[in-house]
């Protein structure tokens, strides 16, 4: 049986082991949302070990890196789809969110941070003073 190599089939199905597809997301899939005076984050990281995820905060990026220990050379896997090695996520916040109380929580293979908007970004009223002090102009 002949097999024919295509190039272009070939370095799809390396993209997709490096960048995921929308099915099946290479690293740390996300999801954000706003509730009330927070947003949240979640990320998956199913098997990381809490030792090695580290959080960063720069400005107003957020830096997750995590790392996943690579395989056993001795084993003769099946499959091995799940990525390996130190692999990390940026997210760029807004100007109105306060970094200096963002929490971080990691239970079940989820990290969750919830980072507070900041109260100068929220909204409030504005008090109008007035006066009944009427001065007649002169003519």
Not at 94 to 114: F, K, Q
């Amino acid at each position: 049986m002949l097999m024919r190599t295509d190039p272009f089939r070939d370095l799809d199905r390396l993209t997709q082991q490096v960048f995921g597809t929308a099915a099946r997301p290479a690293v740390m899939p996300m999801d954000a949302w706003r509730e009330g005076d927070e947003f949240h984050v979640e990320l998956d990281l199913p098997g990381i070990d809490p030792e090695s995820l580290d959080i960063d905060i720069e400005r107003n990026v957020v830096t997750v890196r995590a790392s996943r220990p690579t395989l056993d050379s001795n084993r003769s896997m099946i499959a091995a789809e799940r990525p390996r090695g130190v692999f990390s996520r940026q997210l760029f916040l807004g100007e109105g969110l306060d970094t200096d109380n963002i929490s971080a929580d990691y239970t079940d293979g989820v990290l969750r941070l919830v980072i507070p908007v900041a109260e100068k970004a929220k909204p409030r009223k504005i008090q109008i003073a007035h006066t009944n002090n009427h001065k007649a102009i002169d003519a």
